[in-house]
């Protein structure tokens, strides 16, 4: 049973809809802008704070232009190849350079474009900015060993609180401003690591007898992966409350979200190549919009559609998922429900697929999604 023209004005926006007219054969990534500004309204609204966003989980245009419409100014950006493509959307775009280990011209390149905050974890990194202009803010990175996190980065950055004191008089000796910063761990379905992070960052700031211009929350606001949306208001709630009891003054505070802003943005979607009894191919896999499946487990939030953009009936039973490459590393970690009565050529979709996605797409075997189709409602 095909769609007639009258449902589909009905349906729009609907990715069954433009799959079942379009019958595309490659993955694709549909952007969903109404979506987008909705979860940036969301943060500016509700984070009790400046919200940045984090380009490494989705440098998209779509995403950079989305949130520049929506109102972001400030940006987290990591290379100085990031600091030109937010400048390029983003005219006049604020930029926070917030990887704490940079070459140095990698340092001549931040300060060209005049980037506003620097984060750093360690002396020797700290003393490659001595030459900034007096009061840039230098971003003093804090590691705790706290858990709640599906991927923890404190494994790789981030001063311990003896090193953190060291560094924010440092910063102060050097006539730079002191600010810190942390970062949870990304898909941090708790508040409770924001809460010890800031009474903690609270204490050392009076310990260091330093006042702090702002306080950075960092990325690692969850999304939907399967488990029910998160409560992102509580998380704001306690950040704010959290700020208000651990410092005497309370600085500025700061955030930014990547995965967050841009999850539910974006969904990706697979077409089944061939089908045997225990297994399926598809047309994308971990080299391509998949590669987080590998360390986070899967996304939960997936539905089938026959090619006509009827859902698949039935039962479920898992199935093993490979991915197009001829590499036997690409399959996806568990077996994944899927519909008894799923055929060659059924559309996969899955939702909340924005962040570090197409990102990490690699190319490998001529294979990792990219095309991205805009769905919008038409008049
Ligand atoms: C990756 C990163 C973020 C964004 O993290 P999410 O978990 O995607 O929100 C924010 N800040 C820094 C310094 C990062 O490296």
């Known amino acids: 049973m095909g769609i007639t023209a009258g449902d589909r004005r009905g349906l729009l ?68 190849e990031e600091m030109d493509l937010v400048r390029a959307h983003v005219p006049g775009a604020v930029l926070h350079y917030h990887n704490p280990v ?39 990175r804090l590691k705790l060993p706290v858990t709640g996190a599906a991927y923890d980065f404190g494994a790789k950055f981030g001063a311990e609180p003896a090193l953190v004191l060291q560094l924010l008089r440092r910063v102060v000796d050097l006539g730079l401003r002191p600010s810190l910063t942390f970062h949870p761990g990304t898909q941090c379905r708790s ?29 690692g606001f969850p999304s939907d992966r399967g488990e029910g949306a998160p409560d992102l208001d509580a998380i704001f709630d306690t950040i704010g409350r959290s700020a208000g009891t651990a410092f005497d003054t309370v600085p500025q505070l700061v955030c930014e979200p990547g995965r967050a802003l841009c999850a539910e943005a974006f969904l990706l979607v697979l077409r089944v190549k ?44 898992g199935r093993i998922v490979f991915g197009p490459t001829c590499d036997s590393l690409d399959r996806l970690p568990d077996p994944v429900p899927l519909p008894e009565s799923l055929t060659e050529g059924d559309y996969i979709v899955l939702e909340g697929m924005g962040a570090y996605s197409r990102a990490l797409a690699t190319g490998f075997n001529g294979y990792g999604a990219r095309r991205i189709v805009r769905l919008a409602p038409v008049g």
């Not at 009894?277 to 899967?298: C, Q, S, T």
């Open 13 to 80: 926006p609907s990715p069954e809809t433009w799959l079942a007219a379009m019958q595309p054969d490659d993955p694709l990534f549909f952007f969903c802008p109404e979506r987008l500004a909705r979860i940036a309204g969301r943060f500016r609204t509700g984070f009790p704070g400046l919200v940045t966003y984090a380009v490494k989980a989705n440098p998209a245009p779509e995403m950079l232009e989305g949130l520049a419409l929506a109102g972001m100014r400030a940006f987290d950006v990591a290379s100085p």
């Open 102 to 140: 940079r070459s140095r011209s990698e340092v001549a390149a931040g300060m060209a474009r005049g980037c506003a905050s620097w984060s750093v974890d360690r002396l020797s990194e700290l003393e490659k900015l001595a030459g900034l202009p007096k009061d840039t803010e230098i971003a003093v």
């Open 191 to 219: 508040a409770d690591p924001w809460a010890r992070y800031i009474q903690v960052a609270g204490a050392l700031a009076r310990e260091a007898g330093v006042t702090l211009h702002r306080l950075n929350v960092g990325g």
């Open 274 to 317: 061939a089908i045997d009894d225990a297994a399926i191919f598809v047309n994308d896999g971990i080299y391509g919009g998949m590669a987080e499946w590998r360390d986070l487990g899967p996304m939960g939030r997936i539905r089938v559609m026959a090619p006509d953009g009827l859902p698949r009936p039935g039962p479920a039973r």
